[in-house]
């Protein structure tokens, strides 16, 4: 599975957009980025998931660099709720349900 | 529709114990697969099924084991506990053979004494 590189912690003012970076340089033409969330004492979340377009619904934007080295998710106007640790995952779409959960990025909102 | 539901939530074992826990998926999802939160190894895959055919594996000792029933619903059974297995195991349920969007339950928080 390509390696993500994500930043530790994040905050984002209530209201503002939260722009959460992905780095995956090593990503294969085949494989897809996906986000997820964990909300604390929660089970992760599905977010979004794209493999070169940019793909948008009703939680969040997904804007893959034309390279697909990086990503970018977009919460459009975050809330308290959206604190949360943040997981971007690379891998092939026919790979079973497998997922492969790096460290993430804490994304504290605050009012 | 009812989400995905993990029986018990918490749980408490001795050393050297097995356990048992409960998946029941999304009514019609086919795929479930389980995963150990600690953190200090944060979330970690242990194993998937999928019509009742273990097809993936994580890097997990041969004490942690699963299975899966014509129903869907899945059981984990970790023997000869050790205090490192203390952790959130959480199951999550897909409706297809591959699909992304993996619907996760509230897991079951173990801890071994």
């Known amino acids: 599975d390509a390696k993500t590189t994500q930043p530790p912690s994040m905050d984002c003012a209530e209201g503002r957009a939260a722009n959460l970076p992905c780095n995956h340089s090593?990503?294969?033409?085949?494989?897809?980025v996906y986000w997820y969330r964990q909300i604390h004492s929660q089970g992760p979340q599905y977010i979004i998931h794209?493999?070169?377009n940019n793909e948008t619904n009703e939680m969040a934007s997904l804007i893959i660099t034309e390279d697909r080295k990086s990503s970018t998710l977009i919460l459009p106007h975050a809330t308290l709720r959206d604190t949360a640790v943040y997981y971007c995952?690379?891998?092939?779409?026919?790979?079973?349900?497998?997922?492969?959960f790096g460290a993430g990025t804490i994304l504290r909102v605050k009012s | 529709k009812a989400g995905v539901t993990q029986t018990p939530r918490y749980l408490i074992k001795t050393r050297g114990q097995q356990v048992t826990l409960s998946c029941s998926p999304i009514s019609g999802h086919r795929s479930v697969s389980w995963y150990q939160q600690t953190p200090g190894q944060g979330l970690q895959f242990l194993f998937e099924y999928f019509s009742e055919t273990q097809r993936n594996k994580g890097n997990f000792p041969g004490r942690f084991s699963g299975r899966q029933f014509s129903n869907s619903r899945s059981e984990m059974n970790v023997s000869t506990l050790e205090l490192g297995d203390s952790a959130l195991y959480l199951c999550?349920?897909?409706?297809?053979?591959?699909?992304?969007?993996?619907?996760f339950g509230q897991g079951t928080r173990l801890t071994v004494v």
């Open positions: 090593t990503i294969s033409g085949n494989e897809y």
């Open positions: 995952i690379v891998r092939p779409l026919d790979y079973g349900n497998k997922l492969v």
């Open positions: 999550a349920s897909s409706s297809r053979g591959s699909n992304p969007e993996a619907f």
């Open positions: 794209g493999l070169k």
